[in-house]
Each structure stands twice: as structure tokens, then as C-alpha cells.
């Protein structure tokens, strides 16, 4: 009798366990391929609009790029956080990138800022957005578990 409710306590944290590792994963792929959003969006902005990149526009392209990837390989202890955090600077970067469009074209220029690569944004918040449920859920029960 006693083994039997071992057995199943077992494969109780064994079935938790790989829905934490599922969390992870997704979390993780979120947050990688947001990093390579970020990368690709700017490396086709650069090269539509001919210019190179000055340092007040790449100093927030180069923090969002090493933050998703910081981010990304901080999901294996803390999946949700990493994607709340991320989901934060994200919403920032694009804040920060809105700047050149006000300076040029004023209070119109923060419109054009956000809506310029949509596509992109809304990509990115998609991704992290759907990863975010599992991740919650499953950092709740590790954190019980640990305890």
C-alpha cells in the first residue's frame, strides 16, 4: 500500500516536472525568437531606409537583443518572470524608439514611432503573450514544490 503512494506521488512530480520543462521551452523559444525579430526588424530597417545606424538608435536595439537573450537563458529557473520582465523592456524599446519620430514630426511623430513595423510588435507580443500562462502556472507549483 505504502509503495503504491509512492509510486503515485512519483509520477505526480514526474508529470509536474515535464510541464515545467514544457513551460521553460516555450518560454525560452519566446524569448529567443524575439531576440531575432528584434535583430532581422532592424537590419531591414537600416537597410530600407539607407542610413546607418546612429548610436542613439542602435544603443536600445543592442540592450533589447542582450536583454531577450539574458532573459531567454534565465526561463530555466524562473520562466514567468522572464517573460514578464521581457513583455516590460519591450514595451519600453518601443517607447525609446518612438524618440527620433517625436524630435522630427512632434507629437504625430509618437503615432508614426508606434505604428511603424506593427507586424513585428505585434509578433513579438504575441509570442511572449502566449507563453505566458503555462510559464505562470508552472514557476507557481516549482516555487511550492522547492518549498
Known sequence: ?????S???DEEQLK?????????????????ISSGIVLIGEII??????????????????????????LALWTQK??????????????IYILVNTIPFIYKDGFQGFFKGIYVGCLYKIL????????TPKAKSM???????EK
Open 45 to 70: 530597417s537600416y537597410t530600407l531606409f539607407d542610413q546607418m545606424p546612429y548610436t542613439f538608435n542602435l544603443l536600445p536595439f543592442t540592450l533589447m537583443f542582450i536583454t531577450f537573450i539574458g
Open 16 to 32: 509536474k516536472l515535464q510541464g515545467f520543462n514544457l513551460a521553460v521551452y516555450q518560454s525560452r523559444h519566446a524569448l529567443f
Open 7 to 9: 509510486d503515485s506521488y
Open 124 to 131: 513579438i507580443i504575441t509570442l511572449i503573450a502566449r507563453a
Open 139 to 145: 514557476q507557481k507549483i516549482n516555487e511550492t514544490i
Open 78 to 91: 524562473k520562466p514567468y518572470t522572464a517573460l514578464l520582465i521581457g513583455a516590460i523592456a519591450y514595451s
Open 1 to 5: 500500500m505504502n509503495n503504491e503512494i
